[in-house]
């Protein structure tokens, strides 16, 4: 432990210590058709070129997790002038990039984690913390029932692009799950021992737990005025999230065969995100 960089000792001995869990629950509600891109095995004649992923078991298609995951890391790391640009040669040709941050010193590290070929020094690092659930489609009944579906559940939607020259219109189709579907919205943050002590470094005067559930608000607040899936600057993927409950469960709890569960002080932190009986279309 002699090479470790960065914060101080987790405890007298460095041990790692899982102190609770946070379950933040609530929905998703698509404003615009989301596509989220599945396999295109199979596609019968007639179908869409560009299809949704979808339950392989019930068929329902669902936002996974790791979409919206991927996008909140995304939008904080822009946010927070987290991507360097890079460049290196190939072919002769220079490529830039904008890698994956992977400064452990960061909150957006510590919450997101790193990948796991990226070795990791540092005192108070502690495995990822956020895990984000896929969203199961929470009203198939309603959109089965619509009149104009195209698909079970989904709408097709047919885009041209205009050959400049000829004319020509070149049209392909994109499957996409209508305005007014619901998503069920769970997340899941991990609290350890480091994460509870106030580090007095900057305007990193709060305790990580609290400036974790900053990030995680201010992630579902940048996705809700960026889009979700693909091709949203074409106007697909509005959505907006309504949290219906924040609770806690301490290492107690499962050391005790479940007790003690109760509701989290951070509820009240994402009431501003909520859109509850928001129709598709309508204004948050």
């Not at 698509?30 to 070129?49: D, F, Q, R, Y």
């Not at 956020?130 to 047919?158: F, H, S």
């Not at 607040?221 to 960026?226: F, G, S, T, W």
Request: charged share 30%; hydrophobic share 30%.
């Amino acid at each position: 432990m002699a090479d470790l960089k960065g914060g101080g000792d987790m405890s007298a001995d460095n041990r790692l210590k899982l102190e609770k869990k946070i379950f933040i629950d609530g929905e998703i509600i698509v404003k615009t058709g989301i596509h989220v891109g599945g396999s295109s095995l199979g596609l019968s004649i007639g179908g869409a070129n560009n299809v949704v992923i979808r339950n392989p078991v019930t068929n329902l298609p669902y936002i996974p997790g790791s979409s919206l995951k991927g996008k909140m890391r995304s939008l904080l790391e822009k946010c927070y002038g987290l991507v360097k640009i890079t460049s290196e040669t190939k072919d002769s040709k220079t490529v830039w990039e904008g890698r994956l941050c992977e400064d452990p010193a960061e909150d957006v590290v510590q919450m997101f984690g790193a990948s796991a070929d990226v070795e990791i020094t540092y005192a108070d690092y502690a495995p990822t913390r956020l895990t984000v659930r896929d969203g199961k489609l929470l009203n198939p009944d309603e959109l089965e029932k619509a009149d104009q579906t195209d698909m079970y559940c989904t709408e097709i939607k047919t885009e041209v692009s205009i050959d400049r020259l000829t004319s020509q219109a070149n049209p392909r189709n994109f499957e996409r799950v209508p305005a007014g579907a619901r998503f069920k919205l769970a997340l899941v943050l991990d609290i350890y021992n480091v994460d509870t002590q106030e580090s007095g470094q900057g305007n990193k005067d709060k305790k990580r737990e609290e400036r974790f559930m900053d990030l995680i608000k201010q992630g579902l607040c940048l996705v809700q005025d960026d889009y979700l899936g693909g091709h949203g600057t074409r106007g697909y993927g509005q959505v907006c999230f309504h949290v219906d409950s924040v609770e806690e469960r301490s290492a107690e709890y499962y050391q005790k065969g479940g007790i003690n569960d109760q509701r989290s002080s951070f509820l009240e932190k994402f009431s501003p995100l909520n859109c509850r009986g928001a129709g598709a279309g309508d204004e948050v």
